[in-house]
């Protein structure tokens, strides 16, 4: 089969020389007319003597600057018939008809979206599992007798095959191979993850990451090829961990281009792919891209019958779609976007997980790969490749690349992933993830935390106080007040070095790590109050730092909502998972947060979490202060009672902080206790559901090395 584009002259010199010619005149006369009429330049499919014409009315698609999408999309969906690990995206017709795949699944999915109503409708469905082993991307290469032609990716090896999807779904047993796989092989789930066929040009392929690069493949039928790498777009573009491409489709640009969508950052780039040697961004787009919790997927489809509207699809995992749309003919300018548009802001590493192996770790969670420095080491590939929880965590003490500080591990799979420092924790079904130790949550007054301090690489930091002379040190008071007065940013966190007496200040704590010589302090916990408890005053996260929409605000009273409302909105939010809202009571705004970072002074707004966790804190680490476990959800035992009252029908005496611990370590019901220090109260609790706020106690999880 022969796949182009041509013109009226070009036509007749294939028909000629396919024999065409000799067609009856009505059926030449016909096809010349499909051929060359000015609004229908068609791709001819030539198969077996057959010839099949789809009209550039249905694959042809002029996309104007990225600007004219504007910040916002005008849908946003799940596409369930995906039903998961939404990879890929291809269209061939005016949009009513898109191909999508799940790359978990190995299932390619053939699916309406109605222009009227924007109900979705599963059409077919094929499965893929005898010819690749892992499908990431899609594009459509044309029409045959038995069905729809794509090129489909596997990512490991990375190669690209030619596929036939038959009219109706079902298994698909065979399959072209295009390519050879590359050399060096790609690692580990970061090989080729989108394909797109640019007319007259041939198949332009990504890689996701080590290293994120741009490869073309010359396709011919019949013939395997070997890739040629065109650019490492993580050192010469600054675009990284790429997860799809696409082409316009129909008529070549000019210059001709494709459309990168990438994780890090996480945005849309336009690239001119004119001179292969010399591959140049065109113009970028970000906007609600950066609130997608996996941008996975892209495709350009018409979005009316006259051709005047274009409409830019973006999807990701689960299911999600965004649709955006724009006038072919808007009068914006290239490279225009601005702002957050432009690209997204800058996410420090979050403070999410905080449990270690003995403490269960975060169900459903991973950092994101893309964004975190990681790598997996271990895979499904064989029981060779595979390894236990045990080996995952060991794989992350010894990690020679780089200091692991945190691991996902996927125990259906056996699958590892170890990190550097965890940025942008999101939700993950298959995965576990664990610290390899806590993060310092300890205030001066609670002695701070021993030996540790924030990396100061990945931290924006300050040493404020030297050991150069006496004048620069300064005491551990001064380098706290040096981290409340700093002004070049918000201080959350100091490290002191007594006998030096030196003093960094952060503005967050990225990548904590030993350091003998240093104790770490915050300068004040985060939010962890509920709606119930009465959140935290005057306080909200940091807009800039952390993935966030604003769904209330004072434009109108339509537009404004009450505090219920708002922790409505966070719960039922589709951009991403809400953790924390915040709310000004004045003028009824809301804002809703994935993750709170950065967590700053806002005397309009009040904080809240949706949950607060539970206490995790055992006696060595400070427990947990103004807390109590519920005793109304929990089994409790009120050991000691400073009151003297009966309990139980026994005499009950008071008792220090050690001794409710020990109390607690040797009742093997036990999970946490509860001290008052003032009343030298102390209760035993079997689980601590329902936590909540306390004037008078201390919550504190039994110690591990206690635990029967």
Not at 135 to 151: Q, R, S, W
Not at 450 to 457: F, G, I, L, T, V
Not at 507 to 518: F, I, K, M, Q
Request: charged share 25%; proline share 4%.
């Amino acid at each position: 089969m022969m796949m182009m584009m041509m013109s009226p002259a070009s036509a007749v010199k294939m028909m000629m020389a396919a024999g065409l010619l000799a067609l009856p005149r009505l059926l030449l006369g016909l096809l010349l007319l499909i051929t060359t009429t000015a609004t229908m330049t068609a791709f001819m499919m030539l198969d077996g003597g057959q010839v099949v014409v789809v009209s550039a009315h249905q694959i042809a698609r002029k996309v104007p600057p990225l600007a004219c999408f504007g910040d916002a999309p005008v849908a946003r969906m799940q596409i369930d018939v995906v039903r998961s690990d939404f990879s890929s995206l291809a269209a061939t017709s005016s949009g009513s008809t898109l191909f999508a795949l799940n790359n978990g699944e190995k299932a390619a999915f053939q699916f309406t979206i109605s222009s009227e109503n924007g109900k979705i409708e599963k059409i077919a469905e094929w499965n893929l599992t005898n010819i690749v082993a892992d499908p990431e991307g899609i594009a459509y290469l044309g029409v045959n007798k038995a069905g729809h032609e794509f090129a489909i990716t596997d990512e490991n090896p990375s190669k690209v095959h030619m596929v036939t999807l038959q009219h109706g779904g079902g298994e698909i047993t065979s399959s072209s191979v295009m390519t050879t796989a590359i050399d060096p092989p790609a690692m580990a789930n970061l090989g080729f993850e989108g394909v797109a066929n640019v007319p007259g040009e041939g198949l332009f392929v990504v890689q996701e990451q080590k290293p994120a690069a741009l490869w073309f493949v010359a396709a011919s039928r019949g013939v395997v090829t070997t890739p040629q790498k065109l650019v490492d777009t993580a050192s010469t573009l600054g675009i990284d961990a790429l997860s799809d491409i696409t082409a316009a489709g129909g008529d070549a640009a000019e210059p001709a281009e494709v459309f990168v969508l990438s994780k890090a950052p996480k945005q849309i780039t336009r690239l001119d792919i004119s001179d292969r040697n010399n591959v140049k961004i065109i113009e970028q787009y970000a906007g609600a891209i950066c609130g997608m919790k996996q941008p996975e997927a892209i495709a350009f489809t018409t979005a009316s019958e006259d051709g005047k509207k274009v409409r830019m699809l973006v999807g990701g995992e689960p299911t999600e779609l965004l649709i955006f749309e724009a006038d072919v003919d808007c009068d914006k300018k290239l490279n225009s976007t601005e702002g957050a548009v432009f690209s997204c802001p800058d996410l420090a590493a979050t403070v999410g997980c905080d449990m270690t192996i003995e403490e269960g770790g975060c169900p459903q969670r991973r950092c994101d790969k893309a964004l975190s420095n990681s790598e997996k080491v271990c895979t499904d590939d064989s029981p060779d490749t595979q390894c236990s929880l045990e080996e995952c965590k060991q794989k992350c003490t010894n990690h020679a690349a780089f200091k692991c500080s945190t691991y996902a591990y996927d125990e259906a799979e056996k699958e590892c992933y170890v990190f550097e420092s965890c940025v942008g924790e999101t939700d993950e079904p298959d995965y576990t993830l664990y610290v390899m130790r806590k993060g310092c949550d300890m205030t001066i007054e609670e002695g701070g935390c021993p030996q540790r301090r924030c990396d100061k690489a990945l931290s924006n930091s300050e040493k404020v106080c030297t050991d150069d002379s006496p004048d620069t040190q300064c005491s551990l008071e001064e380098c706290k007040q040096k981290c409340t007065n700093h002004a070049a940013f918000k201080c959350s966190t100091y490290a002191y070095d007594e006998a030096e007496k030196e003093c960094y200040v952060f503005e967050s704590c990225v990548g904590e790590t030993d350091e003998p010589d240093y104790t770490l302090y915050v300068m004040r916990k985060g939010c962890d109050m509920t709606i119930e408890e009465g959140g935290c005053p005057q306080r909200r996260c940091d807009k800039a730092l952390s993935n966030s929409e604003k769904v209330c605000t004072d434009d109108s009273s339509d537009t404004q909502c009450s505090l219920e409302e708002c922790k409505q909105k966070c719960t039922n939010h589709a951009a991403f998972k809400c953790s924390t809202y915040a709310y000004d009571e004045a003028e009824k705004e809301c804002y809703v947060f994935e993750s709170c970072v950065g967590e700053t002074d806002e005397p309009d707004y009040t904080l809240y979490v949706m949950t607060n966790r539970e206490c995790k804190k055992d006696m060595s680490e400070g427990g947990c202060p103004q807390r109590m476990c519920s005793l109304e959800i929990n089994d409790s035992k009120l050991v000691c009672d400073g009151d003297a009252a009966r309990v139980n029908g026994d005499a009950a005496t008071p008792c220090t902080l050690d001794e409710c611990k020990q109390k607690c370590d040797n009742d093997k019901t036990c999970t946490h206790f509860m001290h008052d220090a003032d009343d030298n109260d102390c209760y035993l609790m079997s689980g601590c559901k329902g936590e909540g706020f306390s004037d008078d106690f201390t919550v504190y999880v039994k110690s591990t090395a206690n635990n029967w």
